[in-house]
T-cell receptor, first 111, second 112 residues
Framework: DTAVSQTPKYLVTQMGNDKSIKCEQN?????MYWYKQDSKKFLKIMFS???????INETVPNRFSPKSPDKAHLNLHINSLELGDSAVYFC??????????FGPGTRLTVT | DAKTTQPPSMDCAEGRAANLPCNHS???????VYWYRQIHSQGPQYIIH???NNETNEMASLIITEDRKSSTLILPHATLRDTAVYYC?????????????FGQGTTLQVKP
């Protein structure tokens, strides 16, 4: 059984479009995260939710909006996509804050 | 959170022990050392963590110096599947938002 799953795995879209990436975890964890890994492979946290409450909001453009309908899901919606948004986006979850379990990633390409 | 310093790359022969060093000279008393790895095109994977005692699990061993200013991750019998980028991170688990700060890590190449 997949612990942390993301859909889609690949996403190719044009500048200006709006897109969403979905994340689900079946581990019963209370906290979920979104990370961005850019072309230089730097992995950086974007958001964190604990029991549906936003607890980390790094300096991310407000075109990015996380939504947590329940504690097993954390979706990422991106408005007005830009070329610089091209990256791999990873979802993660944890019960113990620093033992995080990551999903397989979503490779977003903006053309 | 304290910063860490790791060598950018290392090689290891298959079947041998891989010893990955990490310096964290500014670590504070309540910060733990965490190790993650990222195999190509996959999400990062938690390996192990420790405070000051040496730790071992089914994946690896973690040796932390007495002054806690450095540590070593040991993969006892490296396989080709252990080729990955290994990240050493220091962070507080309590009262912490779970904000892991990933550096550049060490790219470990296991060779046949």
């Amino acid at each position: 059984d997949t612990a942390v799953s993301q859909t889609p795995k690949y996403l190719v879209t044009q500048m200006g479009n709006d897109k969403s990436i979905k994340c689900e975890q079946n581990l019963g964890h209370d906290t979920m995260y979104w990370y961005k890994q850019d072309s230089k492979k730097f992995l950086k946290i974007m958001f964190s939710y604990n029991n549906k409450e936003l607890i980390i909001n790094e300096t991310v453009p407000n075109r990015f909006s996380p939504k947590s309908p329940d504690k097993a899901h954390l979706n990422l919606h991106i408005n007005s996509l830009e070329l610089g948004d091209s990256a791999v986006y990873f979802c993660a979850s944890s019960q113990e804050k620093n033992e995080q379990y990551f999903g397989p990633g979503t490779r977003l390409t903006v053309t | 959170d304290a910063k860490t310093t790791q060598p950018p790359s290392m090689d290891c022969a298959e079947g041998r022990a891989a010893n990955l060093p990490c310096n964290h000279s500014t670590i504070s008393g309540n910060e733990y050392v965490y190790w993650y790895r990222q195999i190509h095109s996959q999400g990062p994977q938690y390996i192990i963590h420790g405070l000051k005692n040496n730790e071992t699990n089914e994946m690896a061993s973690l040796i932390i110096t007495e002054d806690r200013k450095s540590s070593t991750l040991i993969l006892p019998h490296a396989t080709l599947r252990d080729t990955a980028v290994y990240y050493c991170i220091v962070s507080r688990p309590w009262g912490n938002t779970g904000k892991l700060i990933f550096g550049q890590g060490t790219t470990l190449q296991v060779k046949p």
